[in-house]
């Protein structure tokens, strides 16, 4: 237990945490561990937001640090299935898991698999509620969020322990919330048809993805990962078995 003036330091504790963590990160993410690896108070300042309903885990998520997120996750596991606080804050109602998937799709395939690696410790000590959570202003599950992005090699990486029972959804789930539409009224599929169509042919053949419109406007289809600057599938010709 912990009196009143222990819990407004360790509330303070907490805030400068948040701000070495999205600051510059090659000034700060050292000392950032340094101290929280030390903290006996680490798992109460897991659990304390600041004015958006953002904690610890949600910025580490956003700022992409692996490093926190493990240090975070093994202090604290059920933080990972708090939401943010509702519209006006911003992001309005999100897990860490949304702000881990709300960003474009990486120009280095191997740093996105890597953070497919991150979303899954964190879909280990999510509830399926939180798991197949919709944002409040967008009606975006994270699976939206990866599928309009393009984010095909992240999506790899997590879609078959998704559906494989490891977590607290099934396999009908995953369809549940591939098949459900955001505030647009599309699908997973319809968006990945968006922005890169094989990785929707991928979603319909192995995952049961299905458009929520009959004709997706798939000339408008691209894949990101081909304009690439480090020259992604120059040489290559197919992927998953798909032509390119």
Excluded at 66 to 89: C, F, G, K, M
Excluded at 161 to 174: M, R, S, T
Aim: hydrophobic share 35%.
């Amino acid at each position: 237990d912990w009196d009143d003036d222990e819990k407004t330091e360790i509330e303070h504790r907490t805030l400068d945490y948040i701000s070495h963590l999205v600051g510059p990160a090659s000034l700060t993410r050292d000392h950032i561990m340094h101290k929280m690896t030390r903290d006996v108070a680490l798992p109460m300042c897991a659990n304390i937001p600041d004015a958006n309903g953002m904690h610890l885990l949600h910025h580490g998520c956003r700022q992409h640090a692996h490093d926190v997120v493990d240090v975070l996750l093994e202090a604290n596991p059920q933080v990972a299935n708090i939401l943010t606080r509702s519209h006006p804050a911003k992001p309005a109602q999100w897990t860490a898991l949304q702000c881990l998937c709300d960003n474009p799709c990486h120009k280095n395939r191997a740093n996105e698999r890597l953070l497919g690696d991150l979303a899954l410790k964190l879909l280990r000590h999510m509830n399926k509620p939180a798991i197949m959570h919709k944002t409040q202003q967008t009606y975006s599950t994270f699976l939206h969020m990866l599928a309009s992005r393009g984010r095909w090699d992240f999506l790899e990486v997590i879609m078959w322990p998704l559906i494989g029972a490891v977590f607290d959804v099934d396999a009908e789930d995953v369809r549940t919330m591939l098949n459900s539409t955001n505030r647009r009224g599309l699908a997973c599929f319809d968006l990945s048809m968006e922005t890169c169509a094989r990785q929707g042919v991928w979603l319909q053949h192995y995952f049961g993805a299905t458009a929520s419109k009959p004709n997706p406007k798939r000339e408008k289809a691209h894949d990101p990962r081909q304009y690439a600057p480090n020259g992604w599938h120059q040489s290559n010709k197919t992927n998953q078995g798909f032509p390119i």
